[in-house]
């Protein structure tokens, strides 16, 4: 059966990748050991392809209608994009590397965390790379929420791309004063049945993580490497909370969303009056573009939240890496990130350090970090915890299905 499954997932590889990459390479000098000039005159001409989330419509069109025209009017590269995220990647590049293909279909993908760590088993990456990136020197790797990718140090084989916080949001119609830990949450559900919920997806299963640093018995209790007596016994305080509201959620518990999409258009219909996103600056985009009403507001659980960076990595089997680095280092500069942390384009917080930039560009940013329905970033940042270990997620997953939504 594993060689039948390897099989079609090469198949459909090869169908929808392997004819669209173009044959050219920028077959050179290692490009982390030349001159910059040199990269982007290696970089010209070049198609590089970008696996990527696509399911919103607001990061879709940032990546086509600014990031690709820019990149191909300022250095003549052709960004070709194509979905897929999490387990999709990896597969994808597992099966590249046991079909024995000499470059990948390919060269930047967009990841965190546990695909991070699994493309990383794998050998699947490219790198070290970001000190060789001009850019690099507007971001600060001391913040561990950057150097660090879900207890895992970063070393260079990913570039911080954006830095997000997990926030709740609802409408102040339904809900003026919002609960603030999960005990207030779960009086909260008991109080209006059927009226909250959380998806079965990265945001929701982040949410969940939350609740365990809310349940641990010590703020630390999940730094450093994976632990699975703790991790088992913050499982089990996170589920008994579930069961013991279950029964008062959308549906009663039987179903979730299966998306934040689902998730977000049941709060825009009314039929929730809570919603989440692991981007604390999404709100104000959601309002603008017409799916949430104006009444709508951001909030962070005083028991704390997740925070993390997410990242663009090359893969290990790109023929075009030079190209690649030259969009990595685009996607960092201080146009392509103040663009993309306008509330009304993505609301995507920045990697820079703002400190770092000229005068100029520090103004464009504080102006663009203007919220009128999410809090600022400096009030939830003592709010902000980091990322437990990527076998919690992997784990955490699979055990909401097996023992919640099975049960």
Same mark, same amino acid.
């Given at each position: *059966?594993?060689?039948?499954?390897?099989?079609?997932?090469?198949?459909?590889?090869?169908?929808?990748?392997?004819?669209?990459?173009?044959?050219?390479?920028?077959?050179?000098?290692?490009?982390?050991?030349?001159?910059?000039?040199?990269?982007?005159?290696?970089?010209?001409?070049?198609?590089?392809?970008?696996?990527?989330?696509?399911?919103?419509?607001?990061?879709?069109?940032?990546? %086509?209608?600014?990031?690709?025209?820019?990149?191909?009017?300022?250095?003549?590269?052709?960004?070709? @994009?194509?979905?897929?995220?999490?387990?999709?990647?990896? &597969?994808?590049? *597992?099966?590249?590397?046991?079909?024995?293909?000499?470059?990948?279909?390919?060269?930047?993908?967009?990841?965190?965390?546990?695909?991070?760590?699994?493309?990383?088993?794998?050998?699947?990456?490219?790198?070290?790379?970001?000190?060789?990136?001009?850019?690099? +020197?507007?971001?600060?790797?001391?913040?561990?929420?950057?150097?660090?990718?879900?207890?895992?140090?970063?070393?260079?084989?990913?570039?911080?791309?954006?830095?997000?916080?997990? @926030?709740?949001?609802? %409408?102040?119609?339904?809900?003026?004063?919002?609960?603030?830990?999960?005990?207030?949450?779960?009086?909260?559900?008991?109080?209006?049945?059927?009226?909250?919920?959380?998806?079965?997806?990265?945001?929701?299963?982040?949410?969940?993580?939350?609740?365990?640093?809310?349940?641990?018995?010590?703020?630390?209790?999940?730094?450093?490497?994976?632990?699975?007596?703790?991790?088992?016994? @913050?499982?089990?305080?996170?589920?008994?909370?579930? +069961?013991?509201?279950?029964?008062? @959620?959308?549906?009663?518990?039987?179903?979730?969303?299966?998306?934040?999409?689902? *998730?977000?258009?049941?709060?825009? &219909?009314?039929?929730?009056?809570?919603? *989440?996103?692991?981007?604390?600056?999404?709100?104000?985009?959601?309002?603008?573009?017409?799916?949430?009403?104006?009444?709508?507001?951001?909030?962070?659980?005083?028991?704390?939240?997740?925070?993390?960076?997410?990242?663009?990595?090359?893969?290990?089997?790109?023929?075009?890496?030079?190209?690649?680095?030259?969009?990595?280092?685009?996607?960092?500069?201080?146009?392509?990130?103040?663009?993309?942390?306008?509330?009304?384009?993505?609301?995507?917080?920045?990697?820079?350090?703002?400190? +770092?930039?000229?005068?100029?560009?520090?103004?464009?940013?504080?102006?663009?970090?203007?919220?009128?329905?999410?809090?600022?970033?400096?009030?939830?940042?003592?709010?902000?915890?980091?990322?437990?270990?990527?076998?919690?997620?992997?784990?955490?997953?699979?055990?909401?299905?097996?023992?919640?939504?099975?049960?």
């Amino acid at each position: *059966m594993k060689t039948f499954i390897t099989t079609v997932l090469a198949i459909s590889v090869f169908a929808l990748f392997g004819c669209s990459h173009p044959a050219a390479t920028d077959a050179g000098p290692d490009p982390r050991h030349v001159p910059w000039a040199q990269v982007v005159a290696r970089a010209r001409g070049q198609t590089v392809t970008m696996q990527m989330w696509q399911g919103d419509p607001a990061i879709n069109a940032y990546m %086509n209608a600014y990031v690709a025209p820019k990149l191909k009017h300022d250095f003549d590269i052709t960004l070709a @994009l194509v979905p897929g995220q999490g387990d999709a990647i990896v &597969n994808r590049l *597992m099966t590249e590397k046991e079909a024995g293909r000499a470059h990948s279909a390919v060269d930047l993908v967009w990841i965190n965390g546990q695909t991070f760590y699994q493309l990383r088993q794998i050998h699947a990456l490219w790198g070290p790379f970001t000190q060789a990136l001009p850019n690099n +020197r507007l971001i600060d790797w001391s913040d561990p929420f950057i150097a660090y990718d879900f207890q895992q140090p970063v070393e260079g084989r990913e570039c911080p791309w954006g830095k997000v916080q997990l @926030l709740l949001i609802t %409408n102040r119609k339904r809900v003026p004063v919002p609960p603030r830990n999960p005990a207030q949450l779960a009086r909260w559900i008991h109080a209006h049945p059927g009226r909250f919920t959380f998806d079965t997806g990265f945001t929701g299963m982040s949410f969940l993580k939350s609740l365990m640093y809310a349940f641990a018995d010590s703020p630390k209790a999940l730094d450093g490497p994976y632990n699975a007596a703790t991790y088992v016994r @913050l499982r089990h305080r996170v589920f008994d909370w579930i +069961r013991s509201v279950r029964s008062d @959620l959308w549906r009663h518990g039987r179903t979730f969303p299966t998306s934040t999409a689902q *998730m977000y258009q049941l709060f825009a &219909n009314g039929e929730i009056d809570f919603a *989440m996103s692991y981007n604390d600056g999404e709100v104000d985009n959601k309002i603008d573009s017409g799916l949430f009403p104006a009444s709508a507001y951001a909030f962070v659980l005083h028991s704390g939240t997740l925070r993390n960076s997410h990242y663009i990595g090359i893969t290990a089997g790109s023929a075009h890496k030079a190209a690649s680095m030259v969009v990595a280092n685009f996607l960092i500069s201080p146009a392509a990130q103040l663009e993309k942390l306008k509330p009304s384009v993505w609301g995507d917080g920045t990697v820079l350090d703002i400190a +770092r930039l000229p005068a100029a560009w520090q103004s464009r940013f504080r102006a663009a970090e203007q919220r009128r329905h999410s809090p600022t970033k400096a009030s939830i940042r003592s709010y902000a915890l980091r990322e437990p270990a990527p076998e919690v997620m992997i784990r955490l997953s699979h055990d909401f299905r097996r023992r919640i939504v099975d049960d």
